[in-house]
């Protein structure tokens, strides 16, 4: 089996992706999309992905390839496919909690950051896009800490394994950042990034790592 990432360096869609990866131990191959160049836009990226987005998982499998779409889809599909080590606990219960709380980020936090949409309020309104990500993003953390902080969390947010929410937390954070938003009142957020940050999984999948990641001057805010 041969796995192939389309990724862009900066996407917090496909990190997630390469961190669950990485946490798994599946090496693949990484293949990158310029979205500042529009790539996502082209006629081939399209067969890949009828949204023109990124990540794409394809998978090359007894003659076939599989092409998988959606950050939570495709690392579903890997916690099936290859089951250790777990992103998902065991018990009912668990598996609705760390789906909840990757589901705050996923569909209650990033689309409203997500760079179209800030594309398009800069056009119809310049200089309002970063109130309101900030806005957004804020109002996503604080429900996102509170959640965390219900007694499931250990040394990452389910437990002391890293495993489903970690993969959306640690890039979520990171845009936070960018849009030099106030993390302090988040100590049980960053307390499990921290955490996140001393494996190598998720050092591996960090942006600056990526062979598309452009020097440091050049970067875009």
């Known amino acids: 089996m041969t796995l192939r990432l389309w990724s862009y360096w900066r996407s917090s869609s496909a990190w997630r992706v390469r961190i669950g990866l990485g946490l798994k131990g599946l090496p693949f191959e990484l293949r990158t999309v310029d979205l500042l160049a529009g790539e996502q836009f082209s006629e081939a990226h399209r067969a890949r992905s009828p949204l023109g987005q990124i990540p794409v998982l394809e998978v090359d499998e007894d003659g076939r390839t599989l092409r998988l779409v959606q950050s939570m889809a495709i690392l579903e599909w890997l916690d099936e496919r290859h089951?250790?080590?777990?992103?998902?606990?065991?018990?009912?219960?668990g598996r609705a909690r760390v789906r909840a709380l990757a589901e705050h980020v996923n569909s209650g936090t990033q689309p409203l950051q997500n760079a179209i949409?800030?594309?398009?309020?800069?056009?119809?309104?310049p200089g309002w896009e970063?109130?309101?990500?900030?806005?957004?993003?804020?109002?996503?953390?604080?429900?996102?800490?509170?959640?965390?902080s219900d007694g499931g969390a250990?040394?990452?947010?389910?437990?002391?394994?890293?495993?489903l929410?970690?993969?959306?937390?640690?890039?979520?954070?990171?845009?936070?950042r960018r849009f030099r938003l106030d993390l302090a009142p988040f100590p049980e957020l960053r307390r499990i990034e921290?955490?996140?940050g001393a494996l190598a999984p998720f050092q591996a999948a960090h942006p600056d790592r990526q062979p598309d990641a452009p020097p440091a001057g050049r970067r875009t805010p």
């Open 117 to 125: 949409v800030l594309r398009m309020l800069k056009e119809r309104q």
């Open 154 to 163: 250990g040394r990452f947010c389910h437990g002391d394994a890293p495993g």
């Open 194 to 196: 921290e955490a996140c």
């Open 165 to 176: 929410a970690d993969c959306y937390l640690v890039p979520q954070l990171y845009n936070a």
């Open 130 to 148: 970063l109130e309101w990500a900030r806005f957004h993003v804020g109002r996503g953390l604080e429900g996102l800490e509170r959640a965390v």
């Open 83 to 93: 089951p250790s080590p777990p992103l998902l606990p065991p018990d009912l219960a």
